[in-house]
């Protein structure tokens, strides 16, 4: 079983894998839309900002022959994916569903977080190597220009941090954090950068570009693993099924729970689908008992999309037909 069409429920939440929108169910629509013009402004700003010192750091990266701006720049390019995806999400929020596709387009976010967490694993497995052989056989870098490009990524950082602080909305608060990471990755090669100039020893570079290098793994292994429980239809990390099961069968009338599944449909979009065995059907308030199974989903657990089956005792004893 599956629920009705994301753009026909109560409530709505957007999102992206590791970074999530949701709109307050009680917001209006025009608030709501407001809302997402001012998020998506800010993470443009954002994305426009990283990925334009990711790229200025590939380039000073092969200029100055450092390798530790090459993978800070490695470093970016997650977060660009991120916030990438951040937008993505926030359009797709926009797109209604059809006929053909009854949950629109979400799914493709998923997609593109599984094809950038498998890019990025394959980078960085290039930069280990790399970092390997030049901590073996260190080479020489113009630590001038290095420091000069570095800085100017840990002040675009900065600003990017400025444009994303303060916001409500968990997308742009995910897109803080990953900039954070950016500005944290910077103060390190620019450390690196320090003890290189004061020892002249170079093979600093290639363990801060290592370092750099396993942040970029763990961060694109969990986009990987993340991405495929999603098509996998996996429960989401944050939802406890017995305690959702619990839950629902606590809810007056209610006897017994059955063919429990909760999904994610993208992120911080969640379904369940569910069979309720009560007392009589004929007797029970069918829709209270809904009503407050909905609402305690939505709350406990931001589960706004559902598909829930009422039966009597009777009948949850027929067979295994679902």
Request: glycine share 8%; proline share 4%; charged share 15%.
């Amino acid at each position: 079983m599956r629920p009705n069409s994301p753009g026909q429920g109560g409530h709505s939440g957007h999102g992206r894998h590791g970074i999530v929108a949701v709109v307050p169910p009680r917001s209006s629509a025009s608030e709501a839309g407001e809302a997402r013009d001012s998020d998506r402004r800010r993470l443009w700003t954002a994305l426009l900002l990283t990925a334009a010192i990711a790229v200025a750091e590939v380039v000073g990266g092969v200029l100055t022959n450092s390798l530790s701006l090459i993978s800070d720049a490695g470093h970016m390019l997650t977060d660009v994916s991120a916030l990438g995806l951040s937008l993505v999400a926030l359009w797709f929020a926009g797109k209604p569903a059809n006929v053909k596709k009854t949950y629109g387009y979400y799914r493709l976010e998923i997609l593109s977080a599984l094809v950038n967490g498998t890019l990025l694993l394959g980078i960085t497995a290039v930069i280990l190597v790399e970092s390997y052989q030049r901590f073996r056989s260190p080479e020489p870098i113009k630590l001038g220009p290095m420091i000069a490009v570095a800085a100017i990524g840990l002040l675009a950082n900065l600003v990017a941090l400025k444009v994303l602080h303060r916001r409500d909305s968990l997308n742009v608060r995910g897109a803080f954090l990953h900039v954070f990471g950016d500005a944290l990755s910077s103060v390190g090669v620019l450390a690196g950068a320090a003890v290189m100039w004061w020892t002249g020893w170079f093979r600093v570079d290639p363990i801060i570009s290592a370092a750099i290098s396993v942040v970029i793994v763990i961060g694109a292994y969990r986009l990987v693993r993340d991405s495929i429980d999603v098509l996998l239809e996996a429960v989401p990390p944050h939802v406890d099924l017995d305690a959702v099961r619990q839950l629902m069968a606590q809810i007056p009338g209610v006897t017994a729970v059955h063919d429990l599944h909760v999904w994610t449909i993208s992120s911080g979009i969640y379904a369940l689908s569910a069979h309720l065995v009560v007392f009589d059907p004929m007797v029970c308030n069918n829709d209270a008992i809904l009503s407050s199974v909905k609402h305690e989903l939505l709350d406990q657990f931001g589960i706004d999309h559902t598909t829930i089956q009422i039966e009597s005792e009777t009948y949850a004893h027929l067979g295994e037909v679902h």
